[in-house]
């Protein structure tokens, strides 16, 4: 099941679900995991990581697709089929580092979407058009009042021009969201 996610011009992005379960179910396997010792270090049930890896369900919320990335080893981009190094992360290999300059590290998601926007030129409003969405969607997310669904994500990404690892984890990703910190020893 392949679901298209649109930005402002109607340009999609389409995110094959199917894949996504597939991705997420071989990396799990390569690291010897059963759904259920993955699903506790998610804290999630079994049944939500079978629903997942079935392509029940819908894109996962952001956070979880941050947990997962950083657990398997991976990177969102290559969970959502947008990462160019996909077949080098499925093989095994170590995915190459890009640092852009500017970004310190662990810099929270609001002041990293804040800055790639102003970098870009744009006011709050002019961002929130590109992306179909409201001025105040956009401050909510920059004040660090809420996370956006990740549709929104992968809008914002586009609208911006970066990966949408780069916009959730910054140039330098930090070793575990919150979920994953959590199931770490």
Not at 37 to 60: C, F, K, M, N, V
Not at 85 to 114: C, I, K, N
């Amino acid at each position: 099941m392949t679901r298209r996610y649109n930005d402002f011009w109607g340009r999609g992005t389409a995110v094959d679900l199917v894949a996504l379960g597939d991705r997420v179910r071989g990396l799990r396997r390569g690291k010897e995991w059963e759904q259920a010792d993955l699903a506790a270090r998610l804290r999630i049930t079994p049944q939500r990581l079978s629903d997942l890896e079935r392509a029940h369900g819908g894109l996962p919320p952001v956070d979880l697709l941050k947990s997962m990335a950083v657990l398997l080893g991976s990177t969102v981009g290559f969970l959502i089929g947008e990462d160019e190094e996909a077949e080098r992360a499925a093989a095994g290999a170590p995915l190459p580092f890009r640092p852009l300059s500017g970004t310190p590290d662990e810099e929270p998601f609001g002041r990293r979407l804040a800055r790639l926007r102003r970098q870009a030129g744009w006011t709050q409003s002019e961002l929130a058009q590109r992306i179909a969405g409201q001025r105040t969607e956009v401050s909510r997310y920059e004040g660090g009042a809420g996370w956006p669904s990740g549709e929104r994500v992968i809008a914002l990404a586009q609208a911006l021009g970066v990966t949408t690892d780069l916009l959730l984890l910054g140039d330098h990703p930090p070793a575990a969201t919150p979920f994953a910190r959590a199931a770490l020893p």
